[in-house]
């Protein structure tokens, strides 16, 4: 760093030429300069008693009153370019440098802080002196520049890289994030924009008023780039909670990298399982107790989808479903109002009064499920009998029975080869006979093939 070859002579002239100054033992003694070396660290000339190399003599007489007899050697940069070689490693250069106003910054004759610096330590005074605070002090402050570190990222002089910083923006970042650095180098995926665009392309690296540095809050930060989940999201009437939370999409995608799909940051269920697998968000369902134990799991959520049913943003259906389904037990029978089930089941099952091939819930060719859905001025919704995430009994009915109002409505179904039996709160026990239809009298109306259960005002 120091300019031996340039020091030797300038050290050399010092001594062989009678120096104009008094020894520098004189320009130190008593009361005179010695505040000039008080400081902790002085600058090595100094601290070795040399003054020449930067004070030169003007006048013989020394000191006068009201006159400078010392000028200095030269001015600005070129007075340390004496000694050192010219600061910063690349074509970038800081301005006060590039102008030679080394002594914005360093004390010529030392400092308490190391580099000749005021504070070393913290360099958000001197370097805040003249950039504008404000970048620098909103709410969320970055660690590292809450402690005025402000060189671990910035060379203070000059570099090879842009706005004078140390190294390409993501190796700086991840120099100190090694969670993130593991993650992203055992991951699958990696989430494009920050190999693009850099970590700068959601992070301010000085300070932010949103949550983890972002550089707009949520969700705007990520609807910048996804423009299609944005124009859903503004139409839906229902959006699903954590979006409008304060962590909105890092609730549940991991921005950075990830090994599942979609960048989420564990498998699908388990995310889903992580906010509704407790009590917290009573009155809504636990779901993680609706599965516990069960010998029935609904095909998708054994193959681990919430989503095979809910949309994870929002939807216009009822409970986030991606496609209707009624909200309530009676619901009356519209043309698309069971879509959702229908998106995955035979889709004539509820469209023909008589069938042998649409649904095994047959009484001979009588389609039962026409029966007890769509045939009444009061049509049962499935909930009646299927519970839509798991259960005990066969074809995903709950010996507990579902819920009307506040009771329970017990309910148990046999299955045999050719029809079942349903041992119900809504109606005494029937059975039915794909082969042999039952004949249900005397409560249903004769010849009408109508359980009773069907009637009106039947739960
Ligand atoms: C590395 C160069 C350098 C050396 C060595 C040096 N000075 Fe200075 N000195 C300066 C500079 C540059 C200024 C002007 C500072 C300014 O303008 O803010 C200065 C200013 C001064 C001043 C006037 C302002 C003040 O700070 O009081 C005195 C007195 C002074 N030096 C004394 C000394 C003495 C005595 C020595 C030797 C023990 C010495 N200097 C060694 C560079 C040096
Ligand atoms: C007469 C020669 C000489 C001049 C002129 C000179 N320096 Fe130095 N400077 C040195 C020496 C010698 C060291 C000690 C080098 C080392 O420790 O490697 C040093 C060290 C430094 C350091 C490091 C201090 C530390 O705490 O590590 C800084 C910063 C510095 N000089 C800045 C300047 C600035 C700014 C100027 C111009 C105002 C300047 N120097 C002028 C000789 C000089
Ligand atoms: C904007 C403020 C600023 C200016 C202007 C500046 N420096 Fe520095 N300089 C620093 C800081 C800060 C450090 C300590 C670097 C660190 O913390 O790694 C430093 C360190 C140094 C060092 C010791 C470490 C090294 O990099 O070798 C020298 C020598 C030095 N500066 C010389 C100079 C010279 C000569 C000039 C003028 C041409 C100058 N500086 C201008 C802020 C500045
Ligand atoms: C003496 C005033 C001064 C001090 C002190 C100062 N700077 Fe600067 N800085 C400037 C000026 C002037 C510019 C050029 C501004 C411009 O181009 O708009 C600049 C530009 C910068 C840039 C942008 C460079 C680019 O290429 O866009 C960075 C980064 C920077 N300074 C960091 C620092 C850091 C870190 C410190 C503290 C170690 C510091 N500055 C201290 C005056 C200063
Ligand atoms: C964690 C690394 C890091 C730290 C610490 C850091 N900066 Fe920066 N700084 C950056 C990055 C990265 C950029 C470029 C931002 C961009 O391109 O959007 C930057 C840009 C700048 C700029 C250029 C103007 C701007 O805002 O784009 C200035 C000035 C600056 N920093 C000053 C400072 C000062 C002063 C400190 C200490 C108080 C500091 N920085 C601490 C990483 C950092
Ligand atoms: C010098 C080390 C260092 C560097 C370099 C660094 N960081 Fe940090 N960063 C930290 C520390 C320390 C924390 C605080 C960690 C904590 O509280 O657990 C932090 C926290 C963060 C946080 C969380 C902030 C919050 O409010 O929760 C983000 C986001 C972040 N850094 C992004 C970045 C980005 C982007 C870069 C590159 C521009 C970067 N960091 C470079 C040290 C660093
Ligand atoms: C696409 C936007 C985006 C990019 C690009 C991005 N981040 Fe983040 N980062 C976020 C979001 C959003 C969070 C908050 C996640 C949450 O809520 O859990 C976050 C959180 C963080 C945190 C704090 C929490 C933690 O996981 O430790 C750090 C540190 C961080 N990011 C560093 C980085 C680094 C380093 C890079 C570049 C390698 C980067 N980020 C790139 C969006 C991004
Ligand atoms: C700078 C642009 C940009 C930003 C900001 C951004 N993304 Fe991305 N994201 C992309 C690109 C490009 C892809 C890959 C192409 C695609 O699948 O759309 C992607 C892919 C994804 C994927 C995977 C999609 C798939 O089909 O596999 C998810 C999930 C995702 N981003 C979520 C987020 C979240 C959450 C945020 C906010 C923290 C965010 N993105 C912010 C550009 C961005
Ligand atoms: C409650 C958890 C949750 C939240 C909050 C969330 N997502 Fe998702 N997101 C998911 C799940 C789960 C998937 C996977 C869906 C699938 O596989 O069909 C997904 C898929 C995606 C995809 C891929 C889309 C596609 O059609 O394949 C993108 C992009 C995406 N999300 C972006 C976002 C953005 C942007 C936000 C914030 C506005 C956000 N997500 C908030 C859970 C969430
Ligand atoms: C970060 C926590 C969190 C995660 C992860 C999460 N949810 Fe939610 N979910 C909520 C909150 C909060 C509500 C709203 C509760 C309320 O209304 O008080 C909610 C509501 C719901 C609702 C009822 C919506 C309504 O309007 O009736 C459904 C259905 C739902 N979530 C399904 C899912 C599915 C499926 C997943 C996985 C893709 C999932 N949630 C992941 C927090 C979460
Ligand atoms: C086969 C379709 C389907 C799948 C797959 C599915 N759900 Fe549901 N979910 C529904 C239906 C239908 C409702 C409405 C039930 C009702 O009100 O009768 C519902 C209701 C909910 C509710 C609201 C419960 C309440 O309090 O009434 C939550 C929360 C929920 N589901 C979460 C999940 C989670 C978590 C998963 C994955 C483990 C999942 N769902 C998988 C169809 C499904
Ligand atoms: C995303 C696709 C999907 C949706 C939507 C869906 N299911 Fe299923 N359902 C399945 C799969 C897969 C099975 C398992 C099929 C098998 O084992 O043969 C299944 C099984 C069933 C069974 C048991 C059938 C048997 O033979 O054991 C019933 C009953 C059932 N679903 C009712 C419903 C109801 C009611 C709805 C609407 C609330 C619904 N399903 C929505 C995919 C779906
Ligand atoms: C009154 C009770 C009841 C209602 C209401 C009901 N189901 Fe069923 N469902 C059954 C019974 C009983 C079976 C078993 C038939 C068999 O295998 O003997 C069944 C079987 C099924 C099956 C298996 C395939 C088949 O048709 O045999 C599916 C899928 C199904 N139901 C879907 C639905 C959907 C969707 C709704 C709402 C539109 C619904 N169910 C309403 C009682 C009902």
């Known amino acids: 760093m120091l300019r031996s070859h340039i020091l030797a002579p300038v050290v050399a002239l010092f001594f062989l030429l009678p ?3 008094a020894a ?13 070396t008080s400081v902790k660290r002085p600058h090595d000339p100094v601290k ?35 000694c050192h070689d010219s600061p910063g490693k690349g074509p970038v250069s800081h301005l006060p440098v590039k102008e030679g106003e080394c002594l914005a910054c360093h004390q010529p004759h030392g400092a308490d802080g190391r580099f000749l610096l005021k504070n070393s330590e913290d360099l958000s005074g001197l370097c805040l002196s003249c950039h504008d605070k404000g970048a620098f002090t909103k ?17 203070p002089h000059g570099t090879v890289a842009k706005t004078l910083l140390k190294g390409p923006v993501n190796s700086l970042c991840l120099s100190c994030h090694d969670d993130i650095k593991n993650l992203m180098s055992t991951s699958k995926v990696i989430h494009p924009p ?3 665009s850099g970590c700068t392309s959601c992070h301010d690296p000085h300070s932010s008023n949103n949550l983890n540095l972002g550089v707009r809050k949520m969700p705007e930060l990520c609807f910048e ?21 304060e962590r909105g999409c890092g609730a549940c995608h991991s921005p950075h990298a990830s090994n599942f799909k979609k960048l989420l940051p564990v498998d699908e269920k388990t995310l889903c399982l992580g906010c509704h697998g407790d009590n917290k968000l009573a009155p809504l369902k636990n779901i993680a107790d609706e599965l516990k134990g069960k010998t029935q799991i609904h095909g998708p959520i054994a193959q ?17 479903l991606t496609a209707p389904y009624p909200a309530t037990y009676y619901a009356p029978y519209t043309e698309g109002a069971y879509a959702l089930c229908l998106k995955c089941h035979e889709k004539n099952l509820l469209r023909f009064a008589d069938t042998t091939i649409y649904t095994k819930f047959r009484n001979g060719n009588r389609n039962l499920h026409y029966v007890h859905v769509v045939n009444n001025l009061k049509g049962r919704s499935c909930r009646a009998c299927h519970e839509p995430h798991a259960a005990n009994g066969p074809k995903l009915t709950n010996s507990v029975g579902s819920t009307f109002g506040e009771w329970k409505i017990p309910f148990k179904l046999e299955i045999t080869e050719t029809g079942g039996r349903c041992a119900s709160g809504c109606h ?3 059975s039915y006979d794909r082969l042999s239809p039952v004949e249900y009298h005397p409560a249903g109306p004769a010849g009408s093939g109508q359980p009773p259960s069907a009637r009106q005002g039947a739960h």
């Not at 190399?53 to 006048?59: A, V």
């Not at 709410?139 to 060379?155: I, L, Q």
């Not at 996804?226 to 939370?245: A, D, G, M, N, Y």
């Open 19 to 21: 120096s104009l100054c």
């Open 139 to 155: 709410e969320h402050v970055h660690a590292p520049v809450a402690t005025g570190s402000c060189s671990s990222c910035h060379d």
């Open 48 to 82: 070795s008693g040399e003054c020449a190399p930067c004070h030169k003599q003007n006048s013989p007489r020394h000191p006068v009153a009201g006159e400078k007899s010392f000028t200095l050697a030269l001015q600005g940069g070129k007075l340390c370019a004496t």
């Open 225 to 245: 780039c996804h423009k299609t989940i944005e124009s859903q999201l503004v139409k839906v009437k229902r959006l699903h909670k954590p979006l409008t939370q």
């Open 428 to 430: 005494k026990s029937l």
């Open 194 to 196: 920050i190999e693009v």
């Open 304 to 320: 681990g989808r919430c989503t095979g049913c809910h949309d994870p943003h929002g939807t216009d259906n009822f409970r986030l």
């Open 24 to 36: 520098a033992g004189g320009c130190l003694t008593g009361t005179c300069h010695i505040t000039v």
